[in-house]
């Protein structure tokens, strides 16, 4: 972005943007043509790379417009030069001083920003490329997509940080007069990621809401109306819930809200369980008091009956983007909604923590009991053969893989980093948890002993807490020791409950620095939305750059991390491994039977 004037209009149609004002002073300054054409003008909407002197005769068009604007609007001192230089030299002569008055003096005539305009009309074509890339083409959808998705919108933009988003971001509230929409007020936080995690949210109940409704938030922030506690509130106010247990209750709970964190807290040294039962039950708890008007602890079959029908189709302000927790953008569900399973999935998670609630004598009764579980379909639930990549795609991505994790260029440590997960998930049939919380000191080398080959293995924790062996690829452990090698250590002589894969770069955010930098040494992995961010990022440059047919193409662009594990499952079937062989081999892969004729594994757990 340049720091002067927008959109020339002199005379209709010609028209002059941004780009054309920081060509023309690069023109002024003596850049050579072609060096302007690459710096500020894109290939595929211009001739300019192939035509030089077509950019000559624009720019000089340019220029006599500007000067003849400034003779018109500027001082009679500016006119009397620039007639002067065009009598002695037949056009007249700019410098860098005398350009930058006459931009001055043709400001009158500035056209300005509207958000029909595309974002290339004003913005340099590095930036309009990366921001219509993802579908941002005008400065209206921009604006949208600020507004949707809050002080971390630049997120989703490839290589758009943190300072160029606010310049951004600043330019679009400078022209909301024309544009006719604006950035909301919140978007550019001092750090949109962190907002103070003290400060509590009261929810609105039902009924005392405006027509937006009332703001959500998560759990750990919520502030519950006292007639809605369930309990003892603030100041011993509150209002009991009708299904609160009579007599003793073995918790020390004043409130709902109290309930659930002692019924969550046994699932501390869990934290998958841990994020999932806390998902479920937010979202309850905030249906109930905004939607429902009613307590946790008041709920009755009817009220659980109505929050399974919710779940099919949540209303829309309780879907948005993923976001941070502590962003006031975040909403408990995704927009797309739950599928079938996984509404299936979040009744059965509220019926055994009401189960609990009972038996601690903190609920009277369960009216969950009485909820039927929502009809999905349970004919096969096995391996998704659609979701794995095809052995074809596989091996391509492989290839691109290997290709540009040898880079030696900035990305390359991120590429090497990416290839080990990869290899980690669709060789050994990792989630992406195991692989976030593998440690090195877990790898080990076992010799060859009899029949059996010698090679390495990883123990791992999965689901249920469970513990297992997978092997580990010649291919993965030599993308384990690159990753190692960006990172500086030794990976034959690791540090103590080192991660396997770990970020190289520590991006400079207040979340990133208390997870690594703060913590001890190589004592933090990876997150979870991290990791998966790097493997996405990863298949959307393979996507772009592979020799792909246009049905792996789309099959990659919709493959998540998952769908690695997937890969793995087929691929092993595939490879016909003898039942004798594959128990002991993948024990967490054949605890079901293997089906040759559909081609698919039918073990739900393994899953």
């Known amino acids: 972005m340049t720091d002067h004037a927008g959109q020339l209009t002199f005379p209709p149609p010609r028209t002059y943007t941004r780009t054309d004002f920081a060509a023309l002073r690069a023109l002024v300054q003596r850049v050579p043509l072609r060096t302007i054409a690459r710096l500020y003008f894109d290939a595929d909407t211009t001739p300019y790379h192939d035509d030089p002197a077509q950019l000559e005769r624009h720019l000089r068009a340019m220029r006599d417009d500007l000067v003849h604007l400034a003779q018109l609007h500027g001082s009679s001192v500016l006119a009397d030069h620039l007639k002067a230089s065009a009598r002695q030299h037949g056009s007249a002569r700019l410098t860098a001083v005398t350009l930058r008055m006459v931009e001055d003096a043709s400001r009158l005539a500035v056209a300005v920003p509207r958000a029909t305009h595309p974002v290339g009309l004003w913005f340099r074509p590095l930036i309009a490329k990366r921001l219509t890339g993802e579908g941002i083409t005008t400065l209206g959808e921009l604006v949208a997509c600020c507004n949707r998705r809050g002080g971390s919108?630049?997120?989703?933009?490839?290589?758009?940080?943190?300072?160029?988003?606010?310049?951004?971001?600043?330019?679009?509230?400078?022209?909301?007069?024309?544009?006719?929409?604006?950035?909301?007020?919140?978007?550019?936080?001092?750090?949109?990621?962190?907002?103070?995690?003290?400060?509590?949210?009261?929810?609105?109940?039902?009924?005392?809401?405006?027509?937006?409704?009332?703001?959500?938030?998560?759990?750990?922030?919520?502030?519950?109306?006292?007639?809605?506690?369930?309990?003892?509130?603030?100041?011993?106010?509150?209002?009991?819930?009708?299904?609160?247990?009579?007599?003793?209750?073995?918790?020390?709970?004043?409130?709902?809200?109290?309930?659930?964190?002692?019924?969550?807290?046994?699932?501390?040294?869990?934290?998958?369980?841990?994020?999932?039962?806390?998902?479920?039950?937010?979202?309850?708890?905030?249906?109930?008091?905004?939607?429902?008007?009613?307590?946790?602890?008041?709920?009755?079959?009817?009220?659980?009956?109505?929050?399974?029908?919710?779940?099919?189709?949540?209303?829309?302000?309780?879907?948005?983007?993923?976001?941070?927790?502590?962003?006031?953008?975040?909403?408990?569900?995704?927009?797309?909604?739950?599928?079938?399973?996984?509404?299936?999935?979040?009744?059965?998670?509220?019926?055994?923590?009401?189960?609990?609630?009972?038996?601690?004598?903190?609920?009277?009764?369960?009216?969950?009991?009485?909820?039927?579980?929502?009809?999905?379909?349970?004919?096969?639930?096995?391996?998704?053969?659609?979701?794995?990549?095809?052995?074809?795609?596989?091996?391509?991505?492989?290839?691109?893989?290997?290709?540009?994790?040898?880079?030696?260029?900035?990305?390359?440590?991120?590429?090497?980093?990416?290839?080990?997960?990869?290899?980690?998930?669709?060789?050994?049939?990792?989630?992406?948890t195991e692989v976030t919380l593998a440690r090195r000191e877990r790898l080990s080398y076992l010799s060859a002993d009899g029949d059996i080959p010698a090679g390495w293995t990883l123990q791992v924790l999965g689901k249920g807490r469970k513990q297992r062996s997978v092997p580990v690829s010649t291919a993965t452990l030599a993308a384990l020791r690159a990753h190692w090698a960006d990172r500086g250590l030794d990976f034959n002589d690791p540090p103590a409950t080192a991660p396997l894969i770990r970020p190289v770069t520590i991006p400079p955010t207040p979340a990133a620095q208390r997870r690594h930098v703060d913590a001890s040494p190589e004592a933090a992995g990876y997150s979870i939305n991290g990791l998966r961010g790097v493997v996405s990022w990863a298949f959307g440059q393979l996507q772009g750059t592979l020799d792909l047919t246009d049905d792996e193409r789309r099959h990659l662009a919709g493959s998540t991390p998952h769908a690695l594990r997937h890969t793995f499952g087929t691929q092993a079937v595939a490879a016909s491994v003898p039942p004798d062989v594959a128990p002991e081999v993948y024990p967490h892969l054949w605890q079901g039977r293997q089906s040759h004729a559909a081609g698919v594994v039918n073990c739900a757990r393994w899953c």
């Open 153 to 432: 919108w630049w997120r989703a933009v490839p290589r758009v940080g943190l300072l160029r988003a606010r310049i951004l971001v600043a330019w679009l509230r400078r022209h909301a007069g024309t544009l006719g929409v604006t950035v909301d007020a919140d978007v550019d936080a001092a750090e949109p990621l962190a907002a103070p995690m003290a400060t509590h949210v009261a929810l609105v109940p039902a009924g005392c809401q405006t027509a937006q409704g009332g703001p959500l938030a998560p759990l750990e922030r919520i502030e519950l109306p006292h007639r809605l506690c369930g309990g003892e509130g603030p100041h011993g106010t509150g209002q009991r819930g009708v299904n609160r247990a009579p007599g003793l209750c073995y918790l020390q709970a004043r409130h709902d809200l109290d309930a659930i964190r002692s019924y969550l807290h046994r699932y501390t040294d869990r934290p998958q369980a841990l994020r999932a039962y806390t998902r479920e039950l937010e979202r309850l708890l905030l249906w109930a008091v905004t939607e429902r008007g009613t307590a946790l602890s008041s709920l009755s079959v009817d009220d659980c009956d109505a929050y399974k029908a919710f779940l099919t189709a949540p209303a829309e302000r309780f879907t948005g983007p993923r976001t941070a927790r502590s962003s006031p953008r975040w909403r408990p569900f995704a927009p797309s909604g739950l599928t079938p399973g996984s509404q299936k999935y979040a009744v059965a998670v509220l019926r055994a923590a009401f189960d609990w609630l009972v038996k601690v004598r903190y609920l009277a009764g369960n009216p969950w009991a009485a909820v039927t579980d929502p009809a999905t379909d349970t004919s096969e639930y096995a391996i998704r053969v659609d979701r794995a990549l095809p052995l074809q795609l596989w091996t391509k991505v492989r290839v691109g893989l290997d290709e540009r994790s040898g880079s030696l260029g900035p990305s390359g440590p991120q590429w090497r980093a990416a290839k080990a997960a990869i290899l980690l998930m669709g060789d050994s049939g990792l989630r992406i």
